[in-house]
């Protein structure tokens, strides 16, 4: 049988030769510069606008970008289609697109002033075009909301645990970033103490776990959970479908995000990702050096071989049962292992605001994007540790798989299982909120763009203005996560999850298209094919991807055949609502990426063709 260890072998060995060539190579494409002075110096205003050391940053930026989409797509996909085809997309496609994606929208935003890719390609192409992609951007933006608050819901069922882990190590952050910022704590004593905490927090929550309603969760009768409310919770929005302990948590991490998303970096944002960074690093690295120790000495409880029920290539239409053709669909559920859109807006939204010299963004930008790739690498190796019966099940069933196959992997270092897939999920979980109230503030962010603020600026959204709400601290997260929670208390989270890896990827290609356009505006004898060829191929896959999801899943197999009487049993009004919803915002989300690609590649030809008279047609002096 086949060595989990040859997953994580393919991955570094791709990774390694990416950082020390090609990301070395683009640093000196995009001429960064250790003096030029950065935004966050520039309009530095301790609020959104504050130079960060490396290490806190890439802590932040590592957290923001690596949810839950690096984890669940991975093991979905390689069930699905096979683990052969998912390795090779991490492997090639992150070094070669994903984080040449990340490093470009980083050093874009660092050159216009901190601002976003809408921002960027608005310089350019009009106004329209800005307003068009900052659309995009912000519809995508809930999707992600709504998926990720999802995600942790069911986690949070899942591991009570982890309820209880998440709430410390929160309570942690905001002390932290108190010591730091109000009292000039010493950052290293402090962070060997606040670190520990957070570890210690694993503790708390496997003493003292914690659930809304009952969880439904197997393993979690015999935990001795605190559950806080009383009754059966089917009066709780989407009890019906994802029942009543899930369905209560996602409002409450919507909450969470909103409130997160209005305070200033330093209070919770910046000190939270840096401690949960050690959380996450431990998880990956710890799971990668595990692997290796496992498979060399034998150490595991169960040996690191690839499952019988995985299989290496389960052909294009995938396993049996399930009717997914693999192009472009695997390229669709492998989002953020591979290539992400949401990277672009946290890399020029909070990330380029915080940036302390211009170098530094080789590590972040490119650097970080690899270690996403080796999360799900990661998860991809728990996938085949643990096999995977069900890979209809969404993820639901994906879920509970990256921590159980987590916990057989970390016993290769002495760590009991039950502990080790506790810990695993208090990972996932860290990822996915600190990705989710991240989220909130790039759109609002987005919203201050589309509306109008001057930079360094900020708007509470109390004086009653619509302008005013739609941009506020305090209002906007309204504005997101209210719609986000309706999507996801449809019932209709399975075919939102490929609604949301589309509107990503193409995300992705628009991002992309934003950093071709500044390439191309900047010095018209710069090569295009770094950024250009990726993007191609990205609006190809996705409008394709979005287009199947669009007529065939939704118009077809839900709609078309329940009004024809097609369906063995008829759609709920919720989910027809819900599908016809989706369809149109996929529609939508076609058209303006479409638009936004003819309007960028005109500029291009332009900006080109002028060059090319400029050289033939020389001045006379």
Not at 199 to 205: D, S, T
Not at 229 to 246: C, F, H, R
Not at 300 to 329: C, H, K
Request: net charge negative; hydrophobic share 50%; with cysteine.
């Amino acid at each position: 049988m086949t060595q989990v260890i040859w997953i994580i072998v393919a991955a570094l060995t791709t990774f390694t030769v990416g950082y020390m060539g090609y990301s070395r190579y683009l640093s000196q494409f995009v001429e960064l510069d250790e003096e030029t002075e950065t935004p966050a110096h520039k309009y530095e205003d301790g609020q959104e606008y504050v130079p960060s050391k490396k290490p806190v940053l890439l802590g932040h930026h590592f957290s923001s970008i690596a949810g839950g989409a690096p984890i669940v797509g991975p093991i979905t996909a390689g069930a699905v289609w096979g683990w052969v085809p998912a390795l090779l997309w991490i492997a090639i496609g992150n070094p070669l697109m994903g984080a040449v994606h990340d490093f470009i929208s980083l050093s874009g935003s660092l050159r216009h002033e901190g601002k976003s890719i809408g921002y960027i390609i608005g310089e350019y192409v009009g106004e329209r075009g800005k307003q068009m992609l900052l659309w995009f951007a912000f519809l995508t933006i809930i999707l992600v909301v709504a998926v990720f608050a999802l995600v942790v819901g069911i986690v949070f069922n899942a591991y009570p645990e982890v309820s209880t882990a998440s709430s410390v190590y929160i309570g942690l952050a905001l002390l932290f970033g108190l010591y730091l910022y109000q009292f000039d704590g010493p950052f290293i004593p402090g962070t060997v103490v606040f670190v520990g905490g957070v570890f210690a927090a694993v503790w708390v929550g496997m003493e003292y776990p914690i659930a809304l309603f009952e969880p439904t969760a197997e393993r979690t009768a015999e935990l001795g959970v605190t559950v806080l409310l009383s009754g059966s919770g089917q009066w709780v929005p989407g009890a019906a479908s994802l029942g009543a302990n899930t369905a209560a948590w996602i409002p409450v991490v919507m909450v969470y995000a909103a409130i997160a998303s209005a305070l200033p970096v330093w209070t919770l944002l910046q000190p939270r990702d840096y401690l949960s960074s050690f959380l996450l690093y431990a998880g990956v690295g710890g799971s990668v050096v595990a692997i290796i120790v496992g498979t060399l000495l034998g150490t595991a409880t169960d040996p690191l071989v690839i499952d019988s029920s995985l299989g290496a290539f389960n052909g294009f239409w995938g396993v049996e049962g399930v009717f997914l053709p693999l192009f472009p669909l695997l390229f669709v559920t492998i989002a953020c292992g591979t290539i992400s859109g949401f990277h672009s807006l946290v890399s020029s939204g909070t990330t380029a605001k915080q940036l302390d010299k211009e170098t530094d963004a080789r590590l972040i930008g490119y650097g970080g994007m690899l270690g996403e790739g080796l999360l799900a690498s990661v998860a991809l190796s728990a996938l085949a540790v643990w096999g995977f019966a069900d890979p209809a099940g969404g993820i639901g069933a994906a879920l509970p798989n990256f921590a159980s196959g987590g916990g057989i992997i970390l016993t290769s270092l002495g760590i009991p299982e039950t502990v080790g897939a506790v810990f695993m999920a208090l990972v996932l979980v860290s990822f996915l909120l600190t990705s989710t109230d991240t989220a909130v503030r790039l759109g609002r962010y987005m919203m201050e763009e589309i509306v109008g603020l001057p930079a360094g600026e900020t708007d509470t959204g109390l004086n009653g203005s619509i302008g005013s709400i739609a941009r506020g601290r305090y209002t906007n997260p309204l504005v997101q996560t209210i719609p986000a929670y309706l999507l996801v208390v449809s019932g209709q989270w399975v075919t939102l999850w490929a609604l949301f890896g589309g509107a990503n990827q193409l995300l992705a290609a628009l991002a992309l298209l934003t950093g071709t356009v500044w390439l191309a505006n900047w010095d018209a004898t710069k090569q295009l094919a770094t950024t250009g060829v990726p993007m191609a191929l990205m609006v190809t896959i996705t409008v394709l991807g979005l287009a199947w999801l669009v007529f065939y899943e939704n118009l077809y197999s839900n709609l078309y055949l329940h009004f024809t009487g097609g369906l063995a049993e008829p759609l709920a009004a919720e989910a027809i609502a819900s599908s016809a919803v989706q369809a149109i915002l996929g529609l939508v989300l076609i058209t303006l990426a479409l638009l936004l690609v003819r309007i960028g590649y005109q500029n291009i030809r332009e900006v080109r063709s002028d060059a090319d008279r400029a050289a033939v047609n020389p001045s006379d002096d």
